[in-house]
Every structure is written in C-alpha cells, then in structure tokens.
C-alpha cells in the first residue's frame, strides 16, 4: 500500500514539474517578446539616430533576438541543399543586410504600436507560438501577430512572425522559389545586392 502511495506522489511532482517547467518555458518566451519589442521602439523613437546608426543598432538588435541564419536558409527552400558553403555563406550575408534595411524601412510607423500579449503556447520541445495584438494609436487599428520563439542551446530566438495569418518566412520563401526558378540562384544574389545598394 505504501509502495503504491509513493509511486502515485513521484507521478504526481513529476507531472507538476513538467507542468512548472512548461510554463515558465512561455512565460519566459513572453517576455522575451515585450522585451524584443520594447527595444526595438526605443531605436524608432530615437530622432536622434541617423540612418547608419539606426541600421548598426538594429543589427545588433537581430543578433541578440532573431535566429537570421536558420530563417535565411529556410527561405532557399529546396535550393538550400544544392548551395555550395561559399554560396550559401554570401547568401547569408547579403539576406542579413537585406532583413534589416526592409525592416528600417517597413517598421517606421511601429513607435506608433502598442504590444499585448493574449497567449503562448509550447509547441514541442523547441518551438513556442506566443500570439499578440498590435494596436495602432493613430487610427486604432488592430493587427493579430503571431511570434514563432525557437529554443536554440538554450537561448530564445524568433524565427518569424505570422501577421493575420501570413507567414513572412513562408512568404519570402515564396518569393526567392519563384525568382530562383525563372532566374536560378544567381537571380536572387543579383536582387538582394539591388536592394542593399538602393537602400
């Protein structure tokens, strides 16, 4: 009787502790994403910063919270794997560039926003949806945001955002797949170097 008692207990703190961990899994991960977009409005509501030192600091911005690599190769899609490692290595590079000025340009009005965060949920092991709202204060809109949050060594990184339901990952892929397929691999080097030099 007593044997069988203390296997229910072991049972029991063992599920609670799943439960414990799981939790301050998304919490963490939560955090994590008022965090990233805290900072990141403090560099758009810096009038102070040119261009140049806006871009370095959303670079340094990126390192610390986005897992850019892992996005940019899911972004080659099946052309990932035939890429030779110095292709693969100048695509990252320019892809990185690329991330940030597109963002710099697309994210100006984003000072404006306000973040809540409605729930998280623990995908598997690695991976964590925490769902928001973005409110706009100029014309009170409002935008359902999706952070996809990977556990890489331990640390937290976003992988991408699906925005009412759009993946921007997924949507870029598309758009490399379809310019790689009327203009191979070189078509896409050839756009991101346009885009850096003209922005």
């Avoid at 229910?8 to 899994?25: A, D, E, G, M, Q």
């Avoid at 910063?49 to 670079?59: A, E, Y």
């Avoid at 899911?74 to 100048?90: C, V």
């Avoid at 710099?104 to 926003?113: R, T, Y």
């Amino acid at each position: 009787m007593f044997t069988f008692i203390k296997k229910i207990f072991f049972f029991i703190s063992f599920i609670l502790l799943i439960s414990s961990n799981s939790n301050s899994t998304e919490s963490n991960a939560e955090a994590f994403v008022l965090k990233l977009t805290d900072e990141a409005k403090i560099i758009f509501n810096d009038k102070s910063l040119n261009k140049d030192s806006r871009l370095k600091k959303l670079n340094d911005l990126s390192s610390k919270y986005l897992d850019l690599d892992a996005l940019a190769s899911y972004t080659l899609g099946d052309y990932r794997e035939k890429a030779t490692n110095s292709e693969r290595e100048n695509f990252n590079k320019l892809f990185r560039e690329y991330f940030i000025k597109n963002m710099s340009s697309k994210l100006n009005d984003f000072a404006d926003q306000d973040l809540k965060i409605i729930d998280s949920k623990k995908i598997n092991e690695n991976n964590i949806i925490v769902s928001t709202k973005v409110f706009s204060k100029k014309d009170a809109q409002e935008i359902a945001v999706e952070w996809r949050i990977y556990i890489k060594d331990s640390k937290l990184l976003a992988r991408d955002l699906v925005v009412e339901g759009l993946s921007l990952a997924r949507t870029q892929k598309e758009e490399f797949s379809s310019i790689i397929a009327s203009k191979g691999f070189v078509g896409v080097i050839t756009a991101l170097e346009n885009f850096n030099k003209s922005n």
